[in-house]
């Protein structure tokens, strides 16, 4: 594990808020020198830290204005592998994530859709003809809240 200190900290929170800014602005902000921003940033990617930067696209405005999550369980182990489960629903556009859990699922899914008919569609068309798919229990998102993570 890699040793942080309070200004690595704070340097990767304002990444998380902002990950598009430059290593001067982000040097103004907690007092260093842009080399020395950069310098910490570069041994933050090294210890794997940072594992390059994400683009948050706003699904609503992207006309896919219902998010549901799916809790899948698979119906015949050894039939067919996980592997290939995990294959075969990421390759559905609709599904945003896919999460290998512990407990009544095994598998969390986290999909979008325009409305809640092309919701219908992509689940029976799509999801419940995968193969080992068993249960599936739908939850969709009424609203969300994101938090940066640890160092919040």
């Given at each position: 594990m890699t040793e942080l200190d309070d200004i690595d900290r704070a340097l990767l929170r304002a990444l998380v808020r902002d990950a598009g800014q430059s290593a001067g602005a982000l040097g103004r902000q907690l007092g260093l020198s842009q080399p020395a921003t950069w310098r910490r940033i570069r041994r933050l990617q090294e210890a794997g830290i940072l594992?390059?930067?994400?683009?948050?696209?706003?699904?609503?405005?992207?006309?896919?204005?219902?998010?549901?999550f799916l809790g899948i369980k698979l119906a015949a182990r050894g039939r067919t592998s996980l592997e290939d489960f995990e294959r075969a629903i990421t390759a559905i556009p609709e599904v945003q994530a896919v999460h290998h859990v512990l407990g009544r699922f095994d598998y969390r899914v986290r999909v979008v859709a325009r409305d809640l008919e092309d919701f219908e569609r992509v689940l029976r068309r799509r999801i419940m003809t995968l193969p080992a798919v068993g249960d599936i229990e739908s939850n969709v998102l009424l609203s969300e809240e994101t938090r940066p993570g640890p160092l919040g």
């Open positions: 594992a390059g930067r994400r683009l948050d696209l706003d699904p609503v405005k992207l006309g896919f204005g219902v998010t549901v």
